[in-house]
Nanobody, 117 residues
Framework: QVQLVESGGGLVQPGGSLRLSCTASGSILSIYVMDWYRQTPGKQRELVARILSGRSTYYADIVKGRFVISRDNAKSTVYLQMNSLKPEDTAVYYC???????????WGQGTQVIVSS
């Protein structure tokens, strides 16, 4: 069973940066999408950034211009570079990999990001 292992979360001051990483423990074939979502208590999980197999990207308006998603297919890893962090970016961040046209989905365990002075 392939697992996604996330790292890079933590406590950072407003205006700071963090880089999240998500690596698959094994090979995943036919990947078509790699995403980062986030969730705060009492709210639904929301899409933050997405990168498709053709490397086109999508960003939620609230992070556009501050976050950058990238992928390393050789390492089965997706990254989220987060800059100019704000307190409202505080959340648990989850990575997701979709494969086989959406019939197979993998989720990370979540990594906490806290933006506070």
């Amino acid at each position: 069973q392939v697992q996604l292992v996330e790292s890079g979360g933590g406590l950072v001051q407003p205006g700071g940066s963090l880089r999240l990483s998500c690596t698959a423990s094994g090979s995943i074939l036919s990947i078509y999408v790699m995403d980062w979502y986030r969730q705060t208590p009492g709210k639904q999980r929301e899409l933050v950034a997405r990168i498709l197999s053709g490397r086109s990207t999508y960003y939620a308006d609230i992070v556009k211009g501050r976050f950058v998603i990238s992928r390393d297919n050789a390492k089965s890893t997706v990254y989220l570079q987060m800059n100019s962090l704000k307190p409202e970016d505080t959340a648990v961040y989850y990575c997701h990999i979709g494969a086989n046209g959406g019939s197979t989905n993998y989720w990370g365990q979540g990594t906490q990001v806290i933006v506070s002075s």
